[in-house]
């Protein structure tokens, strides 16, 4: 029998909102299941491309066993503060993770190992990563690539250890001293060729 178009209607709606509903995960419905820890200290300054940042995660023992059976993949960001957020729409928080600009550089994305013993990596700060107060937030996501759980470097409101780093300017002392020997070379040549030009206008008037 054909379906009606109220029906198909119906189903098409259906669909979409499926599609809509599927991946739309808020970050307060997360539990905060992991604790996190960093090296840096509160108001350390690190140098991106220099400097070495080592993270260790692990579940909170306090909770259940079992509850991280659901845990497949484990994802390490660095995230911006929210004195590096004010003014800066695309840094901008929101609780639909899908549309949160706070972590947009991944540490590192390893499969989840359960247990009581606690995982370790060290990151080499990234060259592109630019100024600002970070934290480190570390996700637990599903089989299904959804995310499940959490756990930070810092407080709910995002106000304890704290760290900055310091993004590469480009320049260094040897470029800076080349350049301001080149300069004065050239002052000095400029400066020649005009006593030589006037020694031969000199020179000219005489004859």
Not at 39 to 51: I, L, N
Not at 115 to 130: A, C, L, M
Not at 160 to 189: E, K
Request: with cysteine; aromatic share 10%; proline share 3%.
């Amino acid at each position: 029998m054909a379906a009606t178009p109220a029906f198909l209607l119906i189903s098409i709606l259906l669909s979409c909102l499926c599609c809509s509903s599927h991946g739309l995960i808020l970050f307060s419905s997360l539990r905060k299941t992991l604790v996190v820890s960093a090296s840096p200290k509160a108001g350390q300054v690190h140098k991106a491309g220099v400097d070495n940042i080592t993270v260790t995660w692990g579940v909170n023992q306090t909770f259940p066993a079992g509850t991280d059976s659901a845990y497949k993949t484990i994802k390490v960001k660095l995230c911006y503060a929210p004195v590096s957020q004010s003014d800066r729409a695309w840094r901008k928080t929101e609780d639909n993770l899908s549309k949160d600009k706070t972590c947009q550089f991944t540490i590192v994305s390893r499969p989840y190992t359960s247990g009581s013993k606690n995982q370790t990596f060290t990151w080499t700060i990234e060259r592109d990563v630019p100024t600002a107060t970070y934290f480190i937030r570390v996700y637990a996501y599903n089989s299904d690539e959804d995310v499940v759980a959490y756990g930070q470097t810092t407080d709910a409101h995002k106000t304890t250890n704290l760290f900055d780093i310091q993004a590469i300017t480009g320049r260094h002392t040897s470029l800076d001293i080349a350049s301001v020997c080149f300069s004065a070379f050239s002052v000095l040549a400029l400066f020649g060729f005009f006593m030589n030009e006037k020694r031969k206008a000199k020179k000219t008037q005489g004859k």
